[in-house]
């Protein structure tokens, strides 16, 4: 793969065809720079656009220029942009490090939308740069249309980033071809503490390049080491002609960050200057919120939350959790008492409020951790909410089996869990019969991941709220490269007519591993 993508001239309809999509080709920025303000011409895009949220009457549209400019989004019910409709962005400057959102509302529900960003001179708004395009649907109002969607998770991980012989990120371009509604990015969106090397030897002898910019060469801990590893994924042209064309929900956990933190934590880590790691996830929630079109989040600082539910109309209702900003420290979990847990106090309020109002037929809990794998911190603490203890919920299994029980209790229907994180995929089933906590409803958790980053292991299961593992496919030793081992993706689809919800587990290369049709309107499965 060239660091400057091939131009072409796409013909009507060509990106929902699977062809190439028209921000590609634009020419690729210079990995490690950021924007000149005195650079001659006009504005330019080149790290094209991408879409989130979407909902059945709104989307937000985002974008990043090379200089100061103002954002201007028209959109179409063609791609001839006949009598567009025509949205005034905002300016986008350093202090956003030259990249805007604009909310685009009051669309028609279950179309396909075609979008042009230009960016203007904001000294001269006839200097104008080259119109960058991009596509997305809107939700349905009514049953009848169906959704489907992809979930995966855990990006550039583990020392394997973009590696131009294979293609960069290919699982992107599969996903794209698949062309589904949306792509819900289930976290590990970067590896803000995995600097890269350009090169590493595989145990067969074949050797791994990797592109490595700046940022990418150490952990990032100022708020521009922190923009430029989000920045990293998007010199990748799979990605930027898959986020052309389908819109993501995306969260965040871990990796954003650094490995395994928990507000209020101090480093001991040699490799950080700045050690309070509040501090860091201030400068990468900006970040994120800078490069990622996520509509509770604000561009112009880190205030805002990721918690959120985006309503994808009658069928599905999304509930994005964080399970990373409000948590107590990481412990060995065997606390009796434990209402701050994994999600904090007013986070599970408000989680299971809309979960209450949801009408949706369909309500995927998006998850950044799994509840019965057992992830460890080190020698005797855990990362997320199992602790390998099998009995009664202690510590943050404590504030799950809360929700539990109020799923259960309110007969709140279609409850499913999606999350990536452990770098496998797999179909956990939970029922109260082989539970040590008995007070809920049946349910299922499927997990998929890497999506471009290191396969491991499968990790043991914990036996309070009854797991069994129906399938799982995961590498035998730790870190297997993308080019050992394929990445993973899930595929979501739900039938409009008869409600039916049915999971796919994919591996890069087309192949459905697993495959699981959900019955609706019943509180467990």
Request: hydrophobic fraction near 35%; charged fraction near 25%; charge should be neutral.
């Amino acid at each position: 793969m060239s660091q400057t993508p091939r131009r072409f001239t796409p013909a009507r309809r060509s990106v929902l065809r699977g062809t190439a999509a028209a921000s590609a080709a634009l020419a690729l920025p210079a990995a490690g720079s950021a924007p000149a303000l005195a650079l001659s011409g006009r504005p330019r895009a080149a790290w094209g656009v991408q879409t989130g949220d979407v909902t059945t009457s709104s989307g937000l549209v985002w974008v990043r220029s090379d200089r100061p400019a103002r954002m201007i989004v028209e959109t179409s019910a063609t791609e001839s942009f006949r009598h567009p409709r025509i949205w005034h962005g905002p300016l986008l400057g350093p202090d956003t490090d030259f990249t805007g959102t604009t909310a685009l509302r009051g669309l028609p529900p279950g179309e396909q939308i075609h979008y042009r960003v230009t960016l203007a001179d904001p000294d001269d708004p006839r200097r104008t740069g080259e119109g960058v395009r991009g596509t997305f649907r809107t939700a349905p109002a009514r049953r009848g249309q169906g959704v489907r969607f992809l979930w995966s998770g855990d990006i550039a991980g583990q020392g394997w980033g973009i590696n131009p012989d294979i293609g960069g990120y290919r699982a992107y371009e599969e996903m794209r071809g698949l062309d589904p509604d949306f792509f819900l990015c289930s976290g590990d969106t970067v590896y803000a503490d995995g600097p890269l090397v350009p090169s590493v030897t595989l145990p067969d002898g074949r050797v791994w390049h990797n592109l490595v910019t700046e940022e990418k060469s150490k952990v990032a801990e100022t708020l521009d080491e922190y923009r430029g590893t989000f920045r990293y994924n998007l010199l990748d042209e799979n990605v930027r002609r898959f986020n052309a064309q389908v819109p993501t929900i995306v969260q965040w956990d871990d990796h954003e960050v650094r490995n395994n933190w928990y507000p209020g934590q101090i480093l001991q880590d040699a490799r950080y200057t700045e050690k309070n790691v509040d501090v860091l996830a201030r400068r990468s929630m900006r970040a994120f919120g800078e490069y990622f079109p996520v509509g509770t989040l604000s561009a112009r600082g880190s205030e805002g939350r990721i918690h959120r539910v985006v309503h994808h109309g009658p069928l599905l209702d999304v509930f994005v959790l964080d399970m990373r900003s409000f948590r107590n420290p990481n412990s060995p979990g065997r606390q009796a008492d434990d209402t701050q847990g994994i999600l904090g106090a007013e986070q599970l309020a408000w989680l299971k409020h809309e979960l209450s109002r949801s009408r949706a037929v369909w309500k995927v809990l998006a998850s950044d951790m799994p509840l019965g794998l057992i992830v460890p911190d080190g020698a005797a603490d855990f990362e997320a909410v199992a602790q390998g203890d099998p009995g009664a919920p202690l510590g943050r299994e404590l504030q799950i089996a809360d929700l539990l029980r109020h799923i259960k209790h309110r007969r709140i229907t279609g409850t499913v869990w999606l999350t990536a994180d452990v770098h496998y995929t797999s179909a956990q089933h939970y029922a109260p019969e082989r539970a040590a906590f008995k007070d809920f409803a049946p349910f299922w958790e499927f997990v998929s991941g890497p999506l471009a980053a290191g396969g491991f292991p499968a990790n043991a299961l914990d036996g309070t709220f009854g797991p069994d593992r129906v399938f799982v496919r995961a590498p035998q030793r730790a870190n297997v490269s993308p080019m050992e081992s394929p990445q993973y993706f899930g595929e979501v689809d739900i039938d409009g007519g008869s409600g039916e919800l049915t999971v796919r587990l994919r591996a890069e290369g087309g192949t459905v591993l697993f495959s699981r049709t959900l019955q609706p309107g019943r509180v467990g499965q």
